[in-house]
């Protein structure tokens, strides 16, 4: 029995060195294949086992990153996810670039000048690229956190335009007057952007008009009100209203309140009103006053000069 314990003992230690020494010892030698240049410390050394782990931490970087881009965008919607390839290519290229100089310090090369030129480089790029950065940015936030739609009325230096088109560093929207306007996903994070559409597709609309003072208020509100009724393109309910405003300088000034869907065509809802109110008025002999100013004239006697009567009597 102890001879038998003995026999396998032995088997094992030789099976361990056959495999150690022949089996493994051979890849070792396999993989330390490959160029080397000089001497010492200063010898570079490229070897197959080098570019093996090159490939495999390849391979691993661009499988991990497409994981996180299908795990991050998976609720997003198809459109919203082709955004974001450029974004998790970018990243890729960065990993690549910095595996090639780990690869090449593990080689042997001297990669100091290499960092030190490449961080000046990064620095001026990050400078001059700044606000392309910032748009990237904006444009992620945007897409992620849903703040603006395609088609949503939104108001941008004094322009309303309807978006019809969200880029990761671009948004495109069209204005009034069949424009196209050009807005950097980073003014809606750094400046106020009025988005009328946010919350709802309603928005409420006026529009605004003086009377001669001694005019008939009450049938100037039934005017109004009857127009806003009958008009094309105003909701029903909430049901539109007048505002008596205030007392102005040359009329009294009214107010028509009403709510529509469609704000970005209401310029053309409220031109209609404008001619429909003129007529009605004319009818009613309400008049729209033109502003009116009170100019007091004084009449007052020549100046003289008393030293100038005296020298006269002399």
């Keep these: 029995m102890v001879k038998v314990l ?3 003992q032995d088997t094992q230690s030789k099976v361990e060195e056959i495999i150690e020494e022949d089996i493994w010892g051979g890849i070792k030698e396999f993989l330390n294949l490959g160029l080397r240049y000089g001497e010492g410390e200063n010898s570079i050394n490229i070897t197959i086992g080098l570019l093996l782990l090159v490939t495999v931490v390849f391979l691993l970087t661009g499988f991990v990153l497409k994981w996180l881009r299908i795990l991050l965008t998976q609720r997003m919607e198809a459109e919203d996810k082709l955004k974001f390839i450029s974004v998790f290519k970018f990243i890729r290229y960065v990993v690549y670039m910095v595996v090639i100089l780990l690869t ?3 080689a042997g090369i001297d990669i100091t000048l290499l960092l030190t030129a ?5 620095v001026g790029l990050g400078l001059a690229l700044q606000e392309l950065f910032q748009d990237v940015i904006g444009g992620i936030f945007i897409i992620i ?27 495109r929207a069209i204005t009034r007057d069949d424009k196209v306007i050009i807005i950097p996903n980073h003014k809606f994070i750094s400046d106020i ?11 409420r609309e006026q529009v605004k008009i003086g009377i001669a003072y001694g005019s008939d208020v009450v049938m100037a509100t039934k005017i109004l009100e009857s127009i806003a009724d009958g008009q094309n393109g105003i909701l029903k309910s909430p049901k539109p209203f007048v505002i008596f ?16 869907l469609d704000s970005f065509n209401v310029p053309k809802i ?5 001619y429909k109110l003129d007529a009605e008025f004319r009818k009613n002999n309400i008049s729209i006053p033109f502003p009116q100013r009170d100019i007091h004239i004084i009449h007052q006697k020549p100046f003289q000069d008393s030293n100038a009567n005296n020298i006269e009597a002399k």
């Design 245 to 260: 405003e205030d007392f102005g300088d040359s009329a009294l000034l009214f107010s028509m309140n009403f709510y529509t």
């Design 193 to 203: 952007i009025y988005n009328y559409t946010q919350n709802h597709k309603t928005t």
């Design 6 to 8: 003995i026999m396998i």
């Design 118 to 122: 490449s961080a000046a480089l990064f």
């Design 104 to 106: 090449m310090s593990a």
């Design 270 to 274: 409220k031109s209609e009103m404008r």
């Design 145 to 171: 956190d849903k703040s603006l739609h395609v088609g949503d009325i939104i108001e941008v230096d004094n322009k309303v335009g309807k978006v019809f088109e969200i880029k990761l560093r671009t948004t």
